[in-house]
């Protein structure tokens, strides 16, 4: 289910020092800033008109899949054939998408059930926390002439085999079937991420003769899941524009707080910003940019000289880990919008 949360401006609070300092909490107004001299403020401010956008951090269900393929062999090695002969089964049946007569297994001069089995490549999954839906097994297949030859998908989990149903079929067209597990054979509930990781699969087949083989030129699994995104980069945006007043030279400092510390603790695991201003002094440095957390606070910007027409302040990166995958865990009065206050100093 979607999780979705509007939220209000922020109050505005400015206030006019006569040392002059000034200082600001983010909202949508324009203000002077404390004083230049006798001919009038030393510099005016204003809230960037391209925030962050905080709201799309809120946790939000998703639906993805991903296909696994072979990547080794699996504990089952018995089909007696492969084209062409050098390599392994499992690079016979790995193409995506599938080259039929191009590379292939068979059961050529064998004519009793025999099995194949395949390891794959991990689930890599969302950045977050997922619900495996369930897993799928595809395999494509064909008889080397005009006889019937039986197959079945098969799996192994948790040590045990388990297998589909068997499918009869006639021809040499490449036919692509597969078997749906929404849960685990082996524990009758929800795949969970270490089973998926340890799934083996594969086919067990029968040819018609010694001399009427079946043909299996791909395996695969198809791996559907629900994930909230829990942790990722923090949304990119503008916070303030700082204009100097056009007569005023002098050496600014500029300090960016977090107000709401308390509220944000209970929201985030951690919350890490990477706050960069325009012709800062900081901005000619590597980094280019100051590190603004929960744990901290507070970041600091140096302007010499006030030059510049304006310096803008604003949000360039960052990484962020919520609580959960569901506000309602959260803490009571949380938010997951920081709030900043500025404060401009003359120097």
């Known amino acids: 289910?979607?999780?979705?949360?509007?939220?209000?401006g922020m109050v505005l609070l400015a206030l006019v020092l006569?040392?002059?300092?000034?200082?600001?909490?983010?909202?949508?107004?324009?203000?002077?800033?404390?004083?230049?001299?006798?001919?009038?403020?030393?510099?005016?401010?204003?809230p960037s008109s391209q925030p962050p956008n905080w709201e799309s951090i809120l946790p939000e269900d998703e639906?993805?899949?991903?296909?696994?393929?072979?990547?080794?062999?699996?504990?089952?090695t018995e089909l007696p054939s492969q084209f062409p002969d050098s390599g392994e089964h499992w690079d016979?049946?790995?193409?995506?998408?599938?080259?039929?007569?191009?590379?292939?297994?068979?059961?050529?001069?064998?004519?009793?059930?025999?099995?194949?089995?395949?390891?794959?490549?991990?689930?890599?999954?969302?950045?977050?926390?997922?619900?495996?839906?369930?897993?799928?097994?595809?395999f494509r297949f064909a008889?080397?002439?005009?006889?019937?030859?039986?197959?079945?998908?098969?799996?192994?989990?948790?040590?045990?085999?388990?297998?589909g149903p068997t499918l009869t079929y006639s021809g040499t067209d490449f036919v692509t079937e597969s078997w749906e597990c929404p849960v685990n054979p082996s524990t009758g509930e929800a795949w969970t991420?270490?089973?998926?990781?340890?799934?083996?699969?594969?086919?067990?087949?029968?040819?018609?003769?010694?001399?009427?083989?079946?043909?299996?030129?791909?395996?695969?699994?198809s791996v559907d899941y629900v994930f909230s995104q829990t942790q990722g980069e923090v949304p990119h945006g503008g916070l303030f524009v700082i204009t100097p007043h056009p007569d005023y030279t002098g050496d600014m400092l500029v300090k960016i707080y977090l107000t709401n510390i308390?509220?944000?603790?209970?929201?985030?695991?951690?919350?890490?910003?990477k706050v960069y201003m325009s012709n800062s002094l900081e901005a000619d440095k590597t980094p280019n940019y100051q590190v603004l957390a929960i744990e901290t606070g507070v970041v600091?910007?140096?302007?010499?000289?006030?030059?510049?027409?304006?310096?803008?302040?604003?949000?360039?990166?960052?990484?962020?880990?919520?609580?959960?995958?569901?506000?309602?865990?959260?803490?009571?009065?949380?938010?997951?919008v920081p709030e900043f206050y500025c404060e401009v100093t003359q120097r």
């Not at 289910?1 to 209000?8: A, D, E, N, R, V």
């Not at 040392?19 to 001299?37: K, R």
């Not at 308390?262 to 890490?272: C, D, F, G, P, Q």
């Open 143 to 163: 008889a080397g002439g005009d006889y019937t030859i039986k197959i079945m998908a098969a799996l192994k989990s948790n040590g045990e085999v388990y297998e």
């Open 262 to 273: 308390s509220e944000l603790l209970k929201a985030y695991k951690y919350i890490n910003m």
């Open 92 to 138: 016979k049946v790995d193409e995506q998408p599938s080259d039929d007569l191009d590379t292939y297994v068979s059961t050529q001069g064998d004519k009793t059930w025999i099995r194949d089995f395949y390891n794959l490549s991990n689930l890599s999954g969302a950045v977050g926390e997922e619900t495996i839906n369930g897993v799928t097994i595809y």
């Open 193 to 221: 991420l270490d089973e998926v990781n340890d799934l083996q699969a594969g086919i067990t087949v029968r040819g018609n003769s010694k001399t009427n083989p079946a043909i299996i030129t791909q395996v695969y699994v």
């Open 63 to 76: 639906n993805g899949s991903e296909i696994l393929v072979p990547v080794a062999a699996g504990d089952d």
């Open 18 to 46: 006569t040392t002059g300092t000034f200082a600001y909490t983010y909202s949508f107004n324009t203000a002077t800033l404390g004083s230049y001299m006798a001919e009038g403020p030393f510099a005016t401010y204003m």
């Open 300 to 336: 600091v910007f140096n302007i010499v000289g006030g030059s510049a027409e304006s310096y803008t302040v604003q949000i360039t990166g960052g990484s962020y880990r919520v609580m959960s995958d569901n506000p309602d865990e959260w803490g009571t009065g949380w938010s997951i």
């Open 1 to 8: 289910m979607k999780k979705k949360l509007i939220f209000g």
